[in-house]
């Protein structure tokens, strides 16, 4: 097994809706930006896209988040999150999660938690070293 994780990184701006009474980003919206950075990263670095996750025979399940959160994010702030595979334990794949605004600050984390589900059965399953090996530099 390889050991040198593929990060993946996106970047967003911080729209007006997403903000509390205080114009700091609403905490329900950390949750959201973390898994869209996912799905986006997927989509980017291992090809799944919506159409093609629907065609693979199992389905990836967020089990668990927990995010700090370190500094107030404000509208119109850019920030970049950057996540990567740390490890695998049975059906759960542990992600690790960094935003960061544009001076390179953290200011919030995330573990995130991602079960591997198998599509026929619905039961979550460990993750095959075959999908393991796409998150992860190849000839480590």
């Not at 370190?70 to 690790?96: H, K, L, N, W, Y």
């Not at 200011?107 to 999908?131: I, K, Y």
């Amino acid at each position: 097994m390889t050991t040198t994780p593929i990060v993946y990184e996106t970047v967003h701006r911080i729209a007006f809706s997403e903000l509390d009474p205080f114009q700091h980003v609403s905490t329900g919206n950390y949750a959201r930006y973390f898994a869209d950075h996912r799905m986006e990263g997927l989509a980017t670095y291992a090809g799944w896209d919506l159409p093609t996750l629907g065609s693979l025979g199992f389905m990836t399940w967020v089990r668990r988040m927990e995010i700090d959160f370190i500094r107030p994010v404000t509208a119109d702030q850019e920030v970049s999150i950057t996540s990567f595979v740390r490890e695998f334990r049975g059906p759960d794949a542990m992600i690790e999660c960094t935003m960061t605004d544009a001076a390179g600050t953290t200011v919030s984390t995330c573990l995130m938690v991602v079960a591997h589900v198998d599509g026929r059965t619905r039961r979550a399953t460990d993750w095959p070293d075959e999908l393991q090996a796409l998150f992860f530099e190849p000839g480590d």
